[in-house]
């Protein structure tokens, strides 16, 4: 690592005492702590969904007694949704990218940055504290009056854990919106912004407009809980439904925080692995903003048999099938991207060919249920399980770790053994069919969710299921082991060994403390291909060679 | 290593941040009307009630948005996020209402 | 391998056929989209010799036609869903009344003719039934595969559901939203007989017709004593209340439906009838829903009008803005806002814990109920086999420990004051459960129906339905 320009060495040589990460304002190492909690937090939720797979494969609840199985989908859910899913790609690839796909030095708040990291680390330390305590039970969806009036176990803590963790991504939401704005280099104007950055743009948005909705939510939980105030109790004339409007109205726009910034990500993965301009750039753009608005609208078609008024019912049913346009939409022009390209299977594009396919079979099979009449059969049973973990592990965590794989080069300056990343993409793919395909099967059949002991007609399809997601284990594990082997023994990685466009690519690997030397000036859109190997334009301070 | 070469952009914070008194004469008028709230409770005046309580939360939220978020005095970019966010309050609302306000009463025969 | 449960409620059919035209279009899509990707992969991969000439077009048509075809399709999809929705919430209005009280973690079902039934529901084949639910406690939520129909049953509130058994056989019933510990084991099934088998099952378990039970508690919980015709004290008269609309003391105006019944006998501070002094006691915590429901249909055979009434509801059911018409509860914003419940009642109980002697009737048996037991019994295993026979055995009707479950002042000021009585109550219902499993063990290991409502029960006032 020569990289002595003006812009600073090499982040990661920029000190190596502990307290230079964990005081640091450097975006990248931000993002870098971040990986670390989200990994640490993915394993936790993971041993939690490997102890519930481990139950299902019998239909006598004989593992473990219910009261450990509800806390172990609880803490399998809650982990998952807040601690994983929720900051995984915008606080890590997020934040380490978007100043530099802008041609930023850092975001527009960087103090700010490390101090939502600490609000999450201390969020999933009360969560830590209440698995350790003894967990909570009530779903990760917290419904009352069950965890308000019934439940014993810890939801204080799980709530004040989540409430805190909330925070953090209002916090993250404002600097990336912040630093869009204001951070832009010149020439970077709005319709050249790559996709990436447009969905971490909308991601924000959400996270901005709907996390303080979560926490006001949660906030009553604990009033309830402490003081009986009576606003969901149907004994002090309160309305448990409306608990729902409240949990869902942060809730559905949620999940909409996972997956829009896998959509963004993956548009760079298929250019980047097509050589090609992405299809349609002005509607893969209104698509996502379309998604971020339209997602507010449609909360309430998780309560289609909720007791919500019919007539309510219907206008969140068409509601919900605007969001599966915007969704075809998207998998049309990443298809048509393809075309005409000239493209390498390399690990990452594996993954985002498998995020496609994947997402596609989650959003098909949210169109069943967002027609009211299908849903009342459906929901609440395995079918909206599978449905959900397509869009959400087949869709976000495989965008994830495509993305992790896409940029390893730039963030470590290593490259990872070609091969292994391969053959873990494709078991990923598999193993993670094999797991949630019998679980749509299982919904079809009748199995409701967050059985622990189950009729035995739904066997055969459980033990499918769960031979599934040992596979995906070990396809999770696999890169976990490879990549930590690369940080030591992997090659050392050029400037841009994909040959990408975008901004990031034009500064070392890994980049310099500031990023740029000089700040970079954008005279054309994104997805600049083909690139000429030769003809990369070297205006930026010489890569640092390997 | 220049200054960045596009034009600054800074965040105009309005004439002066409110004074300590101002933001204590708040409070004081916050903890006044919330007295107001409580006190309204005892005298029954029927549906004025309702009227009566919603007409105080709305003086709380505008001295809220007035002096403590500074609304009035600063840039109309604040004013329209903070009216960002009421629309999606009123977001909730409406759409929330839509059930409530169209349950059909359960009648047996 | 067929994995759909089999069609056995009329509006199964036409739900199946919405599922199938979804399947076979998405598999169109998924087909297609991965027939091209293939192509275009093998195509355009890396060193092969395609022609790549050409500058991208500009694409607007592509584009507006794979946003308009979804378009049109999704509406389309809508409408046919919408259509079959609107069958499925609105129910015909021949449709014979079931109701169903939930709880942790078991359904009971009361008939009108007094049929009582745990975890078991007995249908006539053709006949449309439908279901008046509410809970005990948490949410629930009644689901048949092979109806293709669910509902959330909630506390404090009456939830419908409607639907037509046309196969004859057992069906599996299960609970679909989470409802605590045995959530899993809160099942049971559907039996559905010809009318003629079923108008027998209904002779060989008939009690005290569910009115006639109305009428027992009526006089046993005091109602009597103001609401009676010669009482002295000053309270509305209930004769012919069910279906009219009552005067509010704060002007408004109110349809006695269920609802209002349910809640002025658990909440009578939230709605006083205009020219009553607001003097009645809550109930909450102290009557269990199956007995609120006996009260009402006691109430409704005080006089309901069928005819008229059920003009008005068909009306009602049209549209929500028919309730306008009739002056229904729309007339204040309060009112509109929460529409099941707005004032919070004086007393702070939790009735979802409270059980006193009046609400416990039956005692849940199977080992699965009991939260503690690591093995349980499947909810389909053999014991549950013959429990709809068996259950209807009686016992002597003081049945041990069932004092009051919760503390009514279990809404403490101190936080951990409230944690604990919570706990309380939950070690009670466990310990409850626990006996209810050593008592069906000395009965045989099924349900145990422990005794009726005494000896006051009688066949007066008994109100012939349909």
Redesign the interface.
């Known amino acids: 690592m020569t990289a002595t320009d003006a812009a600073g060495g090499n982040y990661l040589l920029a000190g190596n005492t502990l307290r230079s990460w964990l005081l640091t304002h450097d975006h990248k190492r931000i993002a870098i702590l971040y990986t670390a909690g989200i990994t640490f937090f993915f394993l936790c939720g993971g041993v939690a969904a490997a102890l519930i797979r481990l139950e299902l494969v019998t239909p006598a609840g004989d593992l473990m007694s219910p009261e450990t199985y509800n806390k172990a989908f609880t803490f399998h859910g809650v982990v998952m949704v807040w601690f994983f899913l929720v900051p995984s790609i915008p606080a890590t690839l997020g934040n380490f990218l978007l100043p530099l796909m802008i041609g930023a030095r850092d975001v527009a708040f960087p103090r700010l940055n490390l101090f939502s990291f600490y609000l999450y680390a201390g969020g999933g330390l009360f969560t830590i504290a209440c698995l350790l305590a003894g967990g909570v039970d009530t779903g990760w969806t917290f419904y009352t009056p069950f965890s308000t009036m019934f439940s014993n176990t810890h939801v204080m803590l799980a709530v004040v854990g989540v409430f805190i963790v909330g925070f953090s991504s209002i916090l993250t939401g404002i600097n990336f919106i912040v630093t869009i704005h204001t951070l832009r280099t010149r020439g970077m104007t709005w319709f050249r912004l790559p996709l990436f950055v447009w969905s971490l743009y909308g991601v924000a948005l959400v996270m901005v407009l709907a996390t303080p909705v979560l926490a006001m939510t949660l906030a009553l939980i604990a009033l309830e809980r402490l003081f009986g105030i009576g606003l969901f109790d149907p004994a002090l004339g309160g309305d448990p439904v409306l608990f729902q409007h409240f949990f869902w109205f942060y809730s559905h726009p949620a999940v909409y925080i996972m997956i829009l910034p896998a959509m963004g990500l993956v548009s760079e993965l298929i250019t980047a692995g097509a050589r090609r301009r992405i299809f349609g750039y002005n509607f893969m753009v209104y698509s996502l903003l379309g998604i971020s608005v339209v997602g507010f609208f449609v909360w309430g078609h998780h309560m289609f048999v909720a007791g919500q008024s019919m007539y309510a019912s219907i206008v969140f049913s068409i509601l919900s099938f605007m969001i599966g346009v915007f969704s075809a939409i998207k998998v049309f022009n990443w298809t048509a991207s393809l075309y005409k390209g000239d493209i390498t299977f390399s690990a990452w594009m594996i993954y985002a060919l498998g995020f496609v396919g994947l997402f596609m079979l989650g959003g098909l099979t949210g169109i069943f249920v967002a027609a009211v009449a299908l849903d009342v059969g459906l929901t609440d049973t395995y079918f909206v399980v599978s449905h959900f973990h397509y869009i959400m592990v087949g869709g976000s965590v495989m965008a994830y770790l495509g993305g992790i794989h896409f940029w390893w080069p730039k963030i470590t300056g290593r490259m990872y053994p070609e091969m292994w990343a391969r053959f873990a993409a494709i078991l990923m793919f598999f193993g993670f069919n094999l797991t949630f395909f019998p679980q749509y099967l299982l919904g079809v059949a009748g199995m409701p969710r967050r059985y622990q002991s189950y009729a035995p007609q739904f066997q055969v399809l459980n033990v499918l299921s769960s031979a599934g997601a040992s596979l995906l284990a070990v396809a999770y594990l696999m890169p976990l082991a490879y990549l930590l082997w690369s940080l030591r023994y992997g090659a050392r990685a050029g400037a841009n060994p994909w040959r990408a466009a975008g901004l990031e690519w034009k500064t070392t690997s890994p980049p310099p403390v500031r990023n740029f030397g000089e700040p970079p000036v954008v005279e054309g859109g994104p997805y600049d291909y083909p690139v000429p190997t030769a003809k990369v334009r070297a205006t930026r301070p010489e890569p640092a060679g390997p | 290593?220049?200054a960045?070469?596009?034009q600054p952009?800074s965040h105009r914070s309005g004439p002066r941040p409110p004074s300590l008194a101002s933001n204590l004469w708040a409070l004081v008028a916050l903890l006044a009307l919330l007295g107001l709230t409580a006190g309204s409770a005892f005298i029954p005046m029927?549906?004025f009630n309702?009227v009566a309580n919603v007409g105080i939360a709305v003086a709380k939220a505008l001295i809220v948005m007035i002096i403590y978020m500074r609304l009035a005095t600063d840039s109309p970019l604040l004013r329209m996020v903070a009216m960002?966010?009421f629309a999606?309050l009123a977001?909730?609302v409406a759409?929330?209402?839509?059930?409530?306000?169209?349950?059909?009463?359960?009648?047996?025969? | 391998m067929n994995f759909r449960p089999p069609q056995a409620s009329s509006l199964a059919a036409s739900i199946d056929q919405l599922f199938l035209a979804m399947l076979i279009l998405s598999a169109i899509v998924v087909v297609g989209v991965f027939a091209v990707m293939l192509w275009f992969g093998i195509r355009y991969r890396h060193g092969s010799t395609a022609n790549r000439s050409g500058e991208q077009h500009r694409h607007l048509g592509i584009e507006s036609t794979w946003v308009l075809v979804p378009f049109v399709l999704f509406m389309g999809l809508f409408y046919w869903s919408t259509h079959i929705w609107r069958e499925l919430r609105i129910p015909p209005a021949d449709a014979a009344p079931v109701y169903v009280v939930a709880k942790q973690w078991m359904w009971k079902v009361q008939h009108p003719g007094g049929q009582r039934e745990i975890d078991t529901l007995h249908v006539p084949l053709g006949q449309p039934i439908r279901l008046i639910m509410t809970s005990q406690d948490v949410i629930h939520s009644f689901y048949v595969p092979a109806f293709r129909l669910k509902q959330d049953v909630l506390p404090g509130r009456y939830t419908e559901m409607w639907f037509t058994a046309t196969k004859e056989g057992t069906f599996d019933l299960f609970c679909a939203e989470f409802c605590g510990t045995d959530h899993s084991r809160m099942g049971g099934r559907v039996v559905v007989m010809p009318p003629a088998e079923y108008a027998r099952w209904l002779a060989g378990h008939a009690g005290t017709d569910l009115a006639a039970q109305g009428a027992a508690l009526f006089r046993q919980f005091g109602c009597s004593g103001c609401h009676g015709a010669r009482s002295a004290v000053h309270a509305p008269s209930l004769e012919n209340l069910y279906g009219s609309t009552v005067a509010l003391s704060d002007g408004a105006q109110v349809l006695a439906d269920d609802r209002y019944l349910h809640d002025s006998i658990l909440l009578p501070g939230k709605e006083i009838t205009a020219g009553y002094a607001p003097i009645m006691p809550s109930f909450a915590g102290r009557i269990g829903e199956e007995d609120v429901l006996a009260l009402i249909e006691y109430l409704k055979s005080r006089g309901a009008e069928p005819a008229s009434f059920r003009g008005k509801s068909e009306q009602l059911r049209q549209t929500p803005s028919g309730r306008g018409t009739l002056g229904g509860p729309t007339s204040t914003s309060a009112d509109s806002a929460t529409l099941n419940n707005v004032i919070p009642a004086k007393a702070g109980i939790h009735f979802a814990v409270g059980s006193v002697e009046a609400t416990s009737k039956w005692i849940p048996a199977f080992a699965g109920m009991t939260p503690s037991f690591g093995v349980a019994p499947n909810i389909l295993g053999p014991s549950e086999a013959e429990a709809g026979e068996t259950w209807e055995r009686s016992s002597p009707s003081s049945a041990p420990g069932f004092a009051t479950a919760a503390d009514p002042t279990a809404h403490a000021s101190s936080p951990e004051n409230v944690t604990h009585q919570r706990g309380a109550s939950r070690d009670t219902r466990t310990a409850e459960l626990g006996l209810g499993h050593s008592q069906a063990t000395d009965s045989g290991g099924l349900l145990v129906r422990a005794g009726d409502h005494g000896s006051s029960n009688t066949d007066e006032g008994s109100h012939d339905r349909d």
């Open positions: 290593m220049n960045r070469t596009r952009r029927g549906a309702t960002a966010g999606w977001l909730l759409l929330g209402l839509a059930d409530l306000l169209t349950r059909v009463p359960l009648l047996g025969s």
